[in-house]
């Protein structure tokens, strides 16, 4: 028992004045001589032992009665924790997407806030955390006003990341009693890891249905130039499904519909074939289970792009005419003299093939080119020499050509796993014709892959990583005098390849919550800025203006899956489709159960109402002050019945 004020309680000591008096107050008896004495003794013997008793009972009563009186104004009271500190309280609450999910008493989230708003204590200083914002210092109205407006997010957090930003709330209240108290499913990709010395209360929440279909994923196939072959991935978590609906909508027009069976917790490739006419597509599933989010997928396609090929050297017809056609790529030619270095900047691919020395100036525009993320290709002629080729090779630090050799070389071997000559070739193959040449420039090219190699195993044609960009180097001279490579069917896949693959294609979806890197290849003013936006959302996301393009980058901004546009004020320069992470579609869940069971410092509560309850059982007080109120009165009863019938 404790005492708001207990200073009162020397008060007590008052009471030996009472107890003092009672023993030094010596009452005397006069006798009276009687004919009778034996009887009279007898009678007086009587008469002092019941004084005397009622005396002793009197006091005794008054005593208690003047204690209990004091104690009460000392106010006792019982409470597990000091009233004179503070309280502490760091709500965690999942607002990821996984709580859209509905359990006994609707969606988890929307439940829990309700749980939350009408069991808050009164006491203490709340600090509320969820997965895209942390509000710290609230009193109870303050935070059920945030409560009311927390939403869904993209956005994640994993248990140790919770458990640790409240370590850093609490260590700036060092004084105050601390309460963690952690709302969630639980996902087990929301664990990480657990440190045994971790104290908190958690609630987890679970869906009532424990099945789910999603899609997991969407890729394309181009199966003719007039259509795409969509590549649907579904995963399955629950017993098998006999007919399930999918289809592929062109806002409300069915582009294409299939029906399939699936195994119980397993996934399967859906092949839907749709017109390449069609630019936003949403990919849609037929069923009532855990989570509705992952039922749809938004996916995007864009304008197909001429990709810009700059060839410096001679103009005169070549093998690259027949390649780079007017329908798929821009393709221009300059003498090394006449080339608008500006211009530079604004292809995809720069094939260099030329014998003169590359002036410096040229050397640093191509650099700086290359390290943007374009592609050069290093082509020498027959009259190029080492020195000036070094000039070049070398200042991108990438190796040197060592000389110049006069020698008949077959190109024997091809790189298969290359990026260049990927879906090329059904199988490999060992018995075509094989190109020569009858001069080549040997060197050491440093963490060169190759391409294409001659039958002594040095590379023809290789390529270098330069920062974002690439570089190809082809080894021997391409007129018909020096090889007849041009005249292979080899010719067309790598230099188609290697233009084709040097424009970034920009996903046909994203994951929201996720880094995602957009480029949009337009111009822009110095102080314009592009922005990202639907119906009912508009960002500006980090950007990064280059010469020819713009590069965006979005994050945590975008909550809400659909399509969307990248504008540059008005003008729509390009659309894009965001997905939720499928990380989100999981129904595996941390056993938390299992985990308080054996850790002493975890307590698990069945629902946010208990949870809270007890933390205002640890802030409770009771007062006895009304108990000893009465005591007093049950004493003083006691008094005047003892002297009145006694």
């Known amino acids: ?56 009972l009197v006091l005794l009563s008054r005593l208690l009665a003047f204690a209990a009186i004091i104690i009460a104004f000392a106010q006792p009271y019982h409470a597990e924790s000091a009233t004179d500190k503070e309280w502490n309280i760091s709500i965690y609450l999942d607002n990821s997407i996984s709580m859209k ?14 749980d939350l708003v009408e069991n808050l204590p009164e006491k203490g200083t709340y600090n509320l955390l969820t997965n895209n914002n942390i509000e710290t210092k609230l009193g109870k109205e303050s935070l059920i006003e945030i409560l009311k407006n927390t939403d869904y997010t993209p956005n994640n957090k994993t248990l140790t990341t919770v458990l640790l930003q409240t370590k850093q709330l609490e260590a700036n209240t060092p004084n105050q009693y601390n309460y963690r108290l952690l709302i969630s499913d639980f996902q087990t990709n929301k664990r990480s890891f657990y440190k045994n010395n971790d104290s908190f209360n958690f609630v987890q929440l679970h869906p009532s249905k424990k099945f789910n279909i999603s899609i997991d994923s969407v890729y394309t196939k181009e199966s003719t130039s007039n259509d795409f072959l969509l590549k649907i991935v579904l995963k399955n ?8 609906s999918i289809s592929a909508l062109d806002k409300d027009i069915i582009l294409a519909k299939n029906t399939v069976k699936i195994e119980a917790n397993s996934s399967k490739i859906i092949d839907l074939r749709v017109s390449k006419k069609s630019t936003d597509i949403l990919i849609k599933t037929a069923t009532d289970d855990c989570y509705d989010f992952d039922n749809q997928y938004y996916i995007s396609f864009q304008k197909p792009e001429s990709i810009k090929v700059l060839f410096i050297g001679e103009q005169k017809k070549s093998f690259l005419d027949r390649i780079y056609t007017s329908d798929e790529f821009s393709f221009k030619k300059n003498l090394p003299k006449q080339v608008d270095y500006n211009n530079i900047d604004r292809q995809q691919v720069v094939i260099l093939n030329t014998e003169q020395n590359i002036p410096n100036s040229l050397k640093d525009k191509l650099k700086s080119f290359v390290k943007n993320g374009g592609s050069l290709v290093i082509l020498p002629t027959k009259k190029s020499k080492v020195a000036d080729l070094n000039s070049l090779i070398v200042s991108f630090g990438i190796g ?44 050491t090219l440093l963490n060169a892959k190759p ?39 080899l010719v067309v896949p790598v230099f188609y390849n290697i233009g084709k693959q040097s424009l970034t294609q920009n996903n046909i979806s994203y994951r929201l919550g996720t880094k995602n890197k ?49 504008k540059d004020k ?32 975890i307590n698990a509560y069945a629902n946010v109402k208990d949870g809270l309850n007890s933390l205002a059982e640890k802030q409770a007080t009771q007062s006895f002050f009304k108990w000893f109120v009465l005591l007093a009165l049950l004493f003083l009863l006691i008094e005047i019945i003892l002297l009145k019938f006694l």
């Open 1 to 56: 028992m404790q005492f708001k004020h207990p200073e009162i309680l020397y008060v007590l000591f008052a009471l030996l004045i009472p107890i003092l008096i009672h023993l030094f107050q010596l009452q005397r008896f006069v006798k009276t001589p009687f004919t009778n004495v034996k009887f009279l003794k007898q009678i007086e013997l009587q008469t002092r032992k019941s004084s005397q008793l009622k005396k002793w």
């Open 101 to 114: 999910a509905k359990g006994e008493r609707g969606a988890l989230l929307k439940r829990a806030i309700q």
């Open 237 to 244: 978590q629950g017993d098998d499904i006999e007919n399930l």
């Open 400 to 443: 040197q050509i060592h000389s110049k050799e006069i020698d008949s070389l077959l190109i024997t071997k091809i790189h298969y796993s290359h990026p260049v000559l990927k879906n090329v070739f059904e199988k490999k193959i060992s018995n075509f014709q094989y190109p020569n040449v009858s001069t080549y420039f040997d060197g």
């Open 451 to 489: 391409v294409l190699s001659f039958e002594n195993d040095k590379t023809f044609i290789s390529e270098n990583r330069y920062y974002k960009g690439k570089i190809f180097w082809i080894a021997a001279p391409l007129d018909k005098k020096s090889s007849n490579f041009t005249n292979a069917p």
């Open 518 to 566: 957009i480029i949009v290849n337009t111009k822009i003013e110095k102080d314009a800025v592009l922005q990202i936006s639907n119906n009912t959302t508009n960002i500006i996301p980090r950007q990064e203006i280059q010469s020819d393009k713009v590069i965006l980058y979005s994050d945590a901004q975008l909550k809400t899956a659909g399509f969307y546009s990248v």
């Open 570 to 601: 008005q003008k729509i320069l390009q659309n894009l489709a965001f997905n939720h992470q499928k990380k989100e579609s999981s129904l595996q869940y941390i056993a938390m159960d299992s985990l308080a069971k054996t850790n002493p410092n």
